[in-house]
């Protein structure tokens, strides 16, 4: 339950809904199995796993749901080698070559009777749904999976305006300064030993783990005027994580007496009561976690209007 890494969205103008219609809307777009002749498909699944019976999960305004999508792994040189030993047999036959509509046409045939067969992988996908900040907040590592997470949200309510958590200072700006100058730091702030500098121009990427973020060889490689596109960080007590330039939070670990607090909790081996004691848990420390972080980067940006489109905005 305890996420490793989240994408975090502000909600705009969000109408509020209550927890049986909302429970109602995600059993509308609920998960059904990959049909034989289908590529892709995504869905609502239970949070909880086999052991559930709801959709949703809302504890003192934290909500969890949970997007099930199942695609057909079907390997493009498969797909390539197949169309290749048709198309030669055929010129072979007729003696003649192939118009390109011709082998575009074998292409699809092929893919229609490979697919069937075809591998399919399953991924779950948390989303966590703060109703007192409206924040949403994707547990994944790609922005691709987590829009399509919200794509399935603005399906299932049928309205959705939300655009990527900005802060007044841009990410690349603040950690750049917190590495040059230590007395910009907050108080609560754990600085780790994993970076990643980008260049100005064309000189590469200089990735570093395990390494002393204070040393002068850092120094001398941000005074080449390189900036941290990624830091690992921590905030007191709480969680430790790598933040990304563009606002994401990876690598997530929590503190162990958070841990500890919620294996100390009693659960009576019951699956659910300990899905949301874990939840409830996790999803207080990262609220806590992300206002230090939106502070210590100058509160958020105030970037978009009453007037913005009833859309996501996407991120490259």
């Known amino acids: 339950m305890w996420f490793k890494n989240v994408i975090i969205y502000k909600l705009h103008a969000a109408a509020s809904i209550d927890v049986g219609k909302l429970e109602t809307a995600l059993y509308e777009q609920a998960f059904r199995p990959l049909g034989s002749s ?19 999960h809302e504890l ?12 057909r792994i079907l ?23 192939l118009r390109r509509q011709e ?5 699809e045939q092929v893919y229609e009777e490979l697919l069937p067969r075809a591998f399919v992988r399953t991924q779950r996908t948390d989303l966590w749904w703060d109703t007192q900040r409206q924040l949403l907040a994707v547990a994944t590592s790609s922005r691709k999976r987590a829009e399509e997470v919200l794509d399935l949200l603005r399906e299932s309510l049928g309205s959705l ?35 990643e500098l980008k260049a100005k121009g064309d000189d590469g990427v200089v990735r570093g783990r395990q390494v002393d973020l204070d040393s002068d060889d850092m120094q001398k490689l941000l005074e080449s005027e390189r900036q941290a596109s990624k ?54 420390a990262l609220r806590d976690s992300i206002d230090r972080l939106v ?14 489109k009833d859309d996501l905005l996407r991120t490259a």
């Not at 082998?103 to 292409?107: G, S």
Request: proline content about 4%.
């Open 231 to 284: 830091l690992a960080l921590g905030i007191e007590g709480r969680i430790h994580f790598v933040l990304h330039e563009d606002l994401a939070i990876k690598a997530i670990t929590f503190d162990d007496a958070l841990i500890d607090e919620a294996n100390q909790a009693d659960d009576g081996d019951d699956a659910i009561i300990r899905l949301e004691t874990d939840f409830l848990l996790m999803a207080q």
């Open 75 to 97: 390997p493009p040189s498969v797909v390539r080698d197949e169309v290749e030993e048709r198309a030669a047999n055929i010129e072979t036959q007729e003696g003649r070559k």
């Open 103 to 107: 082998k575009q046409a074998i292409k």
């Open 161 to 195: 305006k939300v655009t990527p958590l900005a802060t007044q200072s841009l990410p690349i700006r603040a950690m750049t300064t917190w590495l040059t100058d230590p007395g910009t730091r907050p108080a609560d702030m754990v600085m780790g030993d994993q970076v």
């Open 38 to 56: 289908e590529a892709r498909r995504i869905g609502w699944t239970f949070p909880a796993g086999r052991e559930g019976a709801q959709h949703l």
């Open 60 to 71: 003192q305004g934290q909500r969890l749901m949970t997007a099930m999508r199942q695609e």
């Open 295 to 308: 502070q210590w980067m100058g509160g958020e940006a105030q970037q978009y209007g009453a007037s913005h």
